[in-house]
């Protein structure tokens, strides 16, 4: 592990929100010792409201209510408040389609479009309390959509552009929705993503949707069906720019966002109004450390929460310019991220250590052919980072003087829960550093009972925080009983940590991903990180496969740089090599190369599905989120030519 540590710089110390350890831990205190006048006093100052709140929370365990009795709007929060300031022409979304076309829409230009489709779904007679389902390309329309049915009361669901329209149907059923927002198609490595033609397949058995409205992106020949299909610039062509926003509930349905569980249902993770828009709000500044001035470039796509948390609402929340990309970082070459940052001079970078592998695996030509002087701040999301991909970001990306806040949260989360501020805390690479405030995390065992410093357990978190899920949709026995019920009486995050003596935490994966060989614990991360500081591998999963003797025995599959390599060779080098660098006993039992690892459409690693290829050698449960089937059949199929 790097041993590493690198401080703020009294340059950027200077100029940030929180700006020092000493400011860190007062907001951390605060908010420990006293969460309802800490979370009041944000809600009152960083939230517009149409009526107070009566408390600031409830806490029924396992269910919260945040800012109860108070009425607002996210719309209005994200849009309307700002007009009345000097960022009613500032750019809300900096748009760029993969194609190269370019939109740049100011809070003024957002309102109206939001107003007149806000009026469009209204015309099509939805209302408050319905469902909407967004099965949209990378476009503003989509954040659009999003806000129009904030604006409403109408929960939406987006539904990753990637996805099947098997997928999309398990959605649209679960969530009873009245209506899907897509489009004819968006673009996607120079290819068009068909999705009018996924809905129509998906709508066979969906007797709730009554109407399907369709934004014409690509332009190309797509079936409309008469009374059910409407093109989304006729439907609101001679609309009104006019909308009021609904006063809702602080815990008014915002929306429901799906992830795959460990069984083959997807769960719909419920988010609310009020405090969901504080949290996302708040970590804008805390760890993005959000100034009126930047140009903020979140890459996720909105399918997902951090679509969601930090495309949308936490940066529009918070006045910012949001960056959108339509496309994918490798089109038309591998330089389009690089490209983007210099040509909208981007200040903040928000990606996940997945897009940073892939690109070191290409080389640093690419980001050195741009101006990346812009940058000032870098961010991680969705996996532990291991040190070597972190160390390449900070040195060849940040150009050695950006920060790197490793973020780590959830779907249910809603917002970053345990990241650094940039201005105040000392960064290791690999860890997600400090909670931050109102979030009390411990290592734990399965008892509850909490583990030394330094050793591995379980990442609980002790008391509800404002944008935690409040439910599963429909399905509030699940939610119990996964979060609330497998330690009693604290969130079970699913995640296995453990903390140093500086009180940092060190995400070590899922908790299912740890295997147990010969009785020593080791975490698949630790051997990743291990294998992918060799020269010649680009990216590493590690999986416990069942072994007669040791329990378990450690199962690497490997993805290499370009070049040429003897297999049998190489296999036997990377061995020892784990062997040296973590221990003999933690050296791998075999070795598999593969052209590409099966991941998420997010960029997680199903390591699930290559722990079923090791142990049956199929696959079988929820494959829906997985971005190319064809790795999983080359994967499982290799097992016969052993
Ligand atoms: C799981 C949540 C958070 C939005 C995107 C993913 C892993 C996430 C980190 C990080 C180590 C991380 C955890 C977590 N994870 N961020 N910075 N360091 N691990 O959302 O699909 O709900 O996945 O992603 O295992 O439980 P998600």
Not at 182 to 204: H, M, P, Y
Not at 307 to 315: C, K, R
Request: proline share 6%.
């Amino acid at each position: 592990m790097s041993e590493n540590v690198y401080s703020p710089t009294p340059e950027f110390s200077s100029r940030a929100h929180v700006p020092s350890m000493d400011a860190y831990r007062a907001l951390y205190e605060q908010a420990k010792e006293d969460p309802e006048r800490f979370w009041g006093e944000l809600a009152e100052k960083e939230l517009f409201w149409f009526e107070k709140w009566k408390h600031v929370f409830e806490w029924n365990p396992p269910f919260v209510k945040w800012f109860a009795g108070g009425v607002t709007n996210a719309c209005y929060n994200c849009v309307d408040r700002h007009l009345t300031t000097a960022r009613k022409n500032k750019v809300a979304i900096l748009w760029e389609g993969e194609p190269g076309d370019q939109r740049m829409i100011s809070y003024q230009e957002l309102h109206r479009l939001v107003s007149r489709f806000a009026n469009a779904l209204k015309e099509r007679g939805l209302k408050k309390g319905d469902r909407a389902i967004i099965y949209m390309p990378m476009v503003p329309e989509a954040a659009v959509a999003m806000l129009a049915c904030a604006r409403l009361g109408i929960t939406h669901s987006v539904v990753f552009g990637g996805f099947s329209a098997e997928a999309l149907k398990a959605r649209i059923q679960d969530l009873e929705a009245a209506v899907v927002i897509t489009a004819d198609g968006g673009w996607r490595r120079g290819k068009e993503v068909r999705l009018k033609d996924a809905v129509d397949q998906s709508l066979a058995d969906c007797p709730t949707i009554h109407s399907v409205v369709v934004l014409k992106r690509t332009g190309s020949n797509v079936n409309m069906q008469a009374g059910r299909d409407c093109w989304w610039h006729e439907l609101e062509a001679n609309l009104s720019e006019v909308c009021p926003a609904e006063p809702l509930d602080s815990e008014h349905p915002l929306y429901v966002l799906y992830t795959s569980g460990t069984t083959g249902k997807p769960k719909g993770i419920l988010h609310t109004t009020g405090g969901y828009l504080l949290q996302a709000t708040m970590t804008m500044k805390w760890v993005f450390d959000l100034r009126e001035e930047d140009t903020y470039w979140c890459t996720a796509d909105i399918g997902w929460v951090t679509g969601h948390s930090y495309i949308v609402y936490g940066p529009l929340a918070a006045g910012a310019t949001t960056v959108m990309y339509e496309g994918a970082p490798d089109f038309p070459a591998f330089d389009r991220f690089w490209r983007i940052v210099e040509k909208f001079k981007v200040n903040i970078f928000y990606t996940s250590p997945t897009a940073i592998r892939a690109l070191l695996r290409q080389g640093e030509q690419w980001p050195k052919m741009h101006d990346l002087t812009s940058l000032r701040l870098l961010g991680s999301v969705g996996e532990p980072i291991n040190p070597a991909a972190w160390e390449w970001y900070h040195r060849v990306i940040g150009g050695g003087r950006c920060p790197i806040v490793d973020t780590w949260w959830q779907t249910e989360t809603g917002a970053i829960l345990i990241a650094p501020m940039p201005g105040a805390v000392p960064l290791k690479p690999g860890s997600g550093t400090l909670p931050m405030p109102g979030v009390l995390p411990e290592i734990v065992d399965l008892a509850g009972k909490p583990v030394e410093d330094g050793k591995e357990g379980f990442l609980i978190l002790r008391r509800p925080w404002p944008s935690m899920l409040r439910n599963i949709w429909g399905d509030p026995k699940r939610y119990e009983e996964q979060y609330w019920g497998r330690v009693e009486g604290v969130y079970f995050t699913g995640d296995a940590a453990r903390k140093d003596k500086d009180g940092y935490y060190w995400v070590l994966g899922r908790v299912d991903d740890v295997m147990n060989v010969s009785g020593h614990r080791l975490s698949t991360m630790e051997i990743e990180s291990a294998l992918v500081r060799h020269p010649a591998v680009a990216e590493a999963a590690v999986v416990g496969k069942p072994h007669e003797i040791t329990g378990q025995a450690v199962c690497c599959f490997v993805t290499l740089k370009k070049g040429d390599f003897d297999h049998d060779k190489l296999g036997l080098e990377l061995r020892h090599w784990v062997g040296k660098e973590i221990g003999a006993f933690a050296r791998p039992e075999e070795i598999r190369f593969t052209e590409a690892l099966p991941k998420t459409r997010s960029g997680k690693i199903m390591r699930r599905l290559l722990r079923e290829i090791v142990t049956s050698h199929t696959v079988s449960g929820d494959v829906t989120t997985l971005e190319d089937m064809g790795v999983i059949t080359r994967l499982a199929s290799q097992h016969d030519d052993d």
